[in-house]
């Protein structure tokens, strides 16, 4: 009987411990739902705020947990941020404000009574505040010892041309990632690391092109170096063409695509692409397997090192958002016959072959 009642008591606390952890853990610091405390909305002036029914403002407890966004306070201010539209003629004056507007949160979790508290001096800004927090989805209610309960909220709506630049510049930097299309970046021939099966490399791109680059003469020499008169011409004309539409072109797309996407993730998007890496047939189809690999990760490389190293912590795994697909293929295979020039060290054919390409772009 003894051992049973211990049972019991176990069970019960276990329960107990299991309602405290549901109800408190909707309110914890990494929410950021607590007055006063500093969160990473604060830049967009977003915070939200509980408060009873005289306005006095309630902190949580073990037994009382707060109203909450779905997805937390970041959620909650992308959402915001998203929907408001900043009213045309007060962003011509570049006019600012905060509106607070009130709503009661239903223990269905549906928003009623939503009305403003605090005026921002603009009637536009109030309006729009209003039409924002009405648009809400429902809102995960407060709880008294599990069970949910009515409660009153008051959300903090701040207009600032700062911000309205800034979600303009996100809005472009996510369009610029959308519409980019996808990227090559050309190599120069063995490179990174010549003559090894390594699959890794401690070069980055931005080193390897500049070399490239370096070399434009005399890969445009090289060219038509076994030609003669027109054939010569247009031999070197096109490596010329190549190096300045091709290979700066695609290192220029690199560096805009790069700092598009710092801006995206740093703003709470996320991003995916595939970096897939080719070599010329002119080595056998193991060793160009090796070697696009290590292109790979010199163009990885580069894009740690790229905005004082913001997109290494996503690269490596430890910051969430990027998505990066690896796709190593090796040799070009070619369908048509080649002549001599477009199989040597110094063709075009080869030199195009020489390449990794940035393509499947996704922010969501």
Known sequence: MK?????????????LICCYSASYAQCDGDMGFLYGKKTDCQKYGFA?????????HVTPTSALSLPHFKGGNKAMCRYIN????????????????????QAL???DSTLEDIHVVSTSGYQEFDDEALRVVKSFPK?????????PIDFIVQIPVTFSPEEEEAKEK????????????????????????????????????????????????????????????????????????????????????????????????????????????????????TYNQHLSSRRI?????????????????????????????????????????SDAVSVTVYGLAAAKDRKIVIHNLNVY
């Open 82 to 101: 998203k929907t408001k539209v900043y009213p045309v003629n007060l962003k011509s004056q570049k006019a600012s404000g905060t509106t607070v507007v």
């Open 297 to 337: 990760e010199s163009v990885l490389n580069y894009m740690k090192q790229a905005k004082g190293g913001a997109l290494a912590p996503y690269i490596d795994g430890s910051k969430p958002g990027l998505t990066i697909t690896k796709n190593p293929t090796g040799e070009v295979k070619r369908t048509e016959s």
């Open 139 to 147: 809102i995960c209610p407060a709880t008294q010892s599990c069970e």
């Open 105 to 107: 949160v239903k223990a």
């Open 170 to 285: 996100l809005a472009e930097q996510k369009k610029l990632v959308k519409n980019i299309g996808p990227i090559t970046l050309y190599f120069e021939n063995d490179r990174p690391d010549p003559r090894t099966t390594q699959d890794v490399t401690s070069t980055d791109y931005k080193t390897l092109y500049d070399a490239y680059m370096g070399k434009k003469t005399e890969y445009v020499q090289s060219s038509g170096k076994n030609l003669s008169g027109a054939d010569k011409s247009n031999a070197e004309g096109q490596m010329t063409g190549f190096f300045n539409d091709s290979i700066e072109t695609g290192y220029d797309r690199l560096v805009k695509f790069t700092d598009a996407i710092v801006e995206l993730l740093e703003d709470g998007q996320s991003v995916s692409f595939t970096i897939s890496g080719f070599a010329s047939p002119l080595s056998n189809s």
């Open 3 to 15: 051992n049973l009642s211990s049972l019991f008591g176990m069970l019960a606390a276990f329960v």
């Open 48 to 56: 939200i705020v509980k408060a009873d029914s005289n306005g006095q």
